[in-house]
């Protein structure tokens, strides 16, 4: 949550900055946005009129770039790279730290290979000193980096921008969570009725028992009563 307070003034200063420029002016906006070290989130420039206009327009290479910072990952630079405009060294930084949010959001265990290949890392060293310098330090993300096993648990990471289509999937994923949390709670209230139905159970059989005991006893003390009864008659009629 801090780090999206934190960059809420900048996303403010950079809406503004669009919002004011049009056409082949936005492309250094863009980049000036996409190297900001405390600017992750672009949807609320995406958002801007000014910006929308640049579809279909000889500056939609700029559009493009923005919506690759919005959603996109290294990979996606590497293999569509001649319809970006060449990226400056801190966009380059930028892009590889949003990389390592969106492979946290569906693993929270990230192996090195699979981050020095999606990061074009060479060596275990390069790729921790990023993880700790640029990721962890930058309050993008937390966790644990295991040498010996060779990975990165993730135990935070910040949010990224939602890709277009991906709110009805999440509020479809919400909404079989909360189905599955009403069958759950239904079954949890069948179970604590099945549990005071089987203590109420247990309480009258153990009354029933201890009744029954207690019934026992007194006939067990009337006998033993009679008993002395008759030994005293007899010892009396013997005297």
Known sequence: MEIEEKQAEVIDHFVKQVSAQKGSALGSVFVEATSHPSLFAFSEILAVPTVAELEGTDNSVHLEMLRLFAHGTWSDYKRNSGKFPQLVPDQVLKLKQLTVLTLAETKKVLSYDQLMLELDVTNVRELE???INDCMYAGLVRGKLDQLQRYFEV???????????????MIQTLSN??????????TIQDKIKWADTMSELDKKHRK?????????????SVKEGWSCEREFFNSSKNA
Do not use: C, H, I, Y
């Not at 935070?156 to 991906?166: H, K, S, V, Y």
């Not at 969570?177 to 239904?186: C, E, F, G, K, P």
């Not at 028992?209 to 006939?219: F, Q, S, T």
């Open 177 to 186: 969570w909360l189905a599955t949390s009403d069958n759950l709670l239904v």
């Open 155 to 169: 135990q935070f990471a910040a949010g990224r921008d939602l890709r277009p289509g991906q709110l009805g999937s």
């Open 208 to 220: 029933e028992l201890e009744d029954r005991v207690m019934e026992v006893k007194k006939a067990v």
């Open 129 to 131: 000193d990023f993880l």
